[in-house]
């Protein structure tokens, strides 16, 4: 791979600690969320930063491909959800939901450009085969 960019960021504590990128600018405390035995809801954790990531990376993807194709689309969004479970090794597994939306096209259409995103997508493509990922795609305005 040629690489273009490299991200780095340190953790400490782990799910009640603190993530921290190498310039400062990502700083933030992490905290278990409730639903997994947490105090609260207060802070953000890895899911809601994977979460982030990956639709923000998603959508890139999406845009690049609508032009790619020359497609009359409106505004997109991509709002994911990352799930974290039990998986039957006695470890954790995470599951992804990647709610798409694309104005102003036919809906196969918005399907197409959605399967085409997911087939170059970094994230999509780091995570094929490892996590379970459903594509949700609507065609609202």
């Known amino acids: 791979m040629n690489k273009l960019y490299t991200a780095k960021a340190t953790a400490t504590g782990g799910r009640n600690g603190n993530v921290k990128s190498s310039d400062g600018i990502l700083d933030l405390e992490l905290r278990t969320p409730k639903a997994m035995g947490g105090a609260n809801d207060d802070y953000t ?30 505004t997109a969004t991509v709002t994911a959800e990352v799930s974290i479970g ?9 599951g992804v939901v990647l709610n798409i939306n694309i104005a102003g096209v036919e809906l196969s259409v918005a399907q197409d450009l959605a399967a085409k995103a997911h087939e170059i997508c970094p994230y999509s493509n780091a995570i094929r085969g490892n996590v379970a990922v459903e594509l949700v795609v609507t065609n609202e305005v």
Do not use: R, V, W
């Open 45 to 74: 954790n890895p899911e809601q930063l994977f979460a982030a990531g990956y639709a923000a990376c998603f959508d890139s993807a999406l845009n690049l491909i609508a032009k790619a194709n020359n497609a009359a689309a409106g």
């Open 86 to 94: 039990k998986n039957d090794k006695g470890g954790y597994g995470l």
